[in-house]
């Protein structure tokens, strides 16, 4: 009968698609919660139980989870076009669920290690397929805001968790009750979504055909995706180097705060406390610099947090006590949520839909090479200089990408989506 409406077809906007966007952004709390129990204690692990004293040695479940999940992420962005998006988010619960029992039960520091790859394949997986997700969903018109609820979500329940774990370890011991919860953050992230996500390539496709209206378009192949992505084109390199450095301070800071705040007298609660300062207040900014994005636009965003992230790597640097320590972390805090969805919204911005997945895919996975640069930057010149010399580096480095941003980025909003040749 003509004038029927097919009530299941794929429609973009946020406002369209709420139940399952509202459903993904609980999803991706989950991814975050995963993480989030090693933020606070797992340094302290290393030196106490395990007995490494190299902050090299200590740092090295960061560049395991680093260099895996970074991987990951390049062939999430692959398989999500190939194979569809849920497909892969299930995928990266199911190889997530062991890893609360590793961190419980580790015998030795080669678990923690082999814990911590599993972990960074399944936030490989589960993350990225997230963010491509939501992508989806929304279609051009509010990319910004997406990704700053999808960081949102993420974050404030990495500082969540990281405060919880730092609580229960301060009253039972490092091992085994701070790893409780992994596995109901495990077990409720892989019912959710098997049962009630629906796929979102659908979405992706109909987007691909308005941009095709006027002619068709050949998307570039793997290769040349990588290629303009890393290196050629301007924007999109330029987004992909900032990520990198924002992910080398992050992996710094996951590794090398706790032991630093640790040498300052804090005792396991303050250490907890201190390291959710840092994500959640990168993670409630999001709600605002995502959206804000969308108005303002993406380059001096991106730019101006990368130097807030350095001001407040040397801040802490700089501090001896609790509130010093506190006031560093909400300046990084700051300035991580102004980059992060807005590095993610400028992808959208440039990548074509038809090939926007694998674009993200490759962002991520030089994003997600910072941790494990970061990890192993921080340690060996912590091992050389001592860890007050690591944070000025990383500071350094952080300043100087914000530079270059400034330099060769172009603005991308409202940039019409680059095709294939």
Known sequence: MTGTVDMHAPRLGLRENLGQFALLVLVNGFVGAMVGLERAILPSIAEHEFHLAAKSAVLSFIVVFGFTKALTNYLA??????????????????????VPFLLMW????????????LLGVSQGLTWSTTVIMKVDLVGPQRRGLAMGINEFAGYVAVAGSALLTGFLAARHGLRPVPFYPGVAFAGAGLLLSAWLVRETRGHAQLEARLHAVAAPVSPPGQREIFWRTSVADRDLSSISQA?????????????????FFAAAR?????????????????????????????????????????????????????????????????????????????????????????????????YRLWRDLGYAVGALLAGLVADAFGPAAALWAVAALTFASGGIVAVRMRETLHASPRAGR
Request: proline share 4%; hydrophobic share 55%; glycine share 14%.
């Open 77 to 98: 962005g692959r398989w999500s076009d190939r194979f569809g998006r849920k497909h892969v988010l299930v995928a990266g619960w199911l190889v997530a669920t062991p």
């Open 106 to 117: 580790a015998p030795d520091w080669r678990w923690i290690l082999f814990a911590n790859a």
């Open 243 to 259: 990520g990198l450095v924002n992910n080398l301070n992050d992996g710094m800071a996951w590794g090398l705060f706790p032991l």
């Open 266 to 362: 804090m005792d396991l609660s303050q250490i907890g406390t201190l390291a959710a300062i840092y994500p959640a207040t990168w993670g409630f900014a999001q709600l605002f610099t995502g959206a804000w994005s969308d108005r303002i636009g993406r380059k001096w965003l991106i730019a101006c947090g990368m130097w807030l992230q350095a001001i407040g790597i040397a801040g802490v640097a700089l501090a001896h006590a609790f509130g010093g320590f506190a006031a560093g972390a909400v300046a990084l805090g700051l300035g991580t949520a102004m980059v992060y969805p807005t590095l993610l919204a400028a992808i959208g911005d440039v990548a074509h839909p038809q090939w926007r997945a694998s674009a993200v895919g490759v």
